[in-house]
């Protein structure tokens, strides 16, 4: 079972990102991740997908290059 596929993880990277207030300000950024099947660098990824998810279709998310 992969970290993605865990009930835990997905609520963890749900509440990460209700706590960010300041994620809105990431519309439409383009990010280059490095170290991308790291870690830390992974959950950022989750983090940020999350969030292009969630968003209405009329909103732009967060373009990621990783």
């Known amino acids: 079972m992969g970290l993605q596929n865990s009930v835990i993880y997905q609520e963890d990277i749900k509440t990460a990102i209700a706590e960010l207030a300041e994620i809105e300000k990431l519309e439409g950024s383009n990010f280059l991740i ?3 099947t790291g870690m830390i660098a992974s959950v950022i990824i989750d983090m940020f997908m999350y969030f292009n998810f ?3 279709s009329t909103q732009k998310g967060i373009h990621i290059l990783a």
């Open 34 to 36: 490095s170290g991308a």
């Open 54 to 56: 969630t968003k209405k």
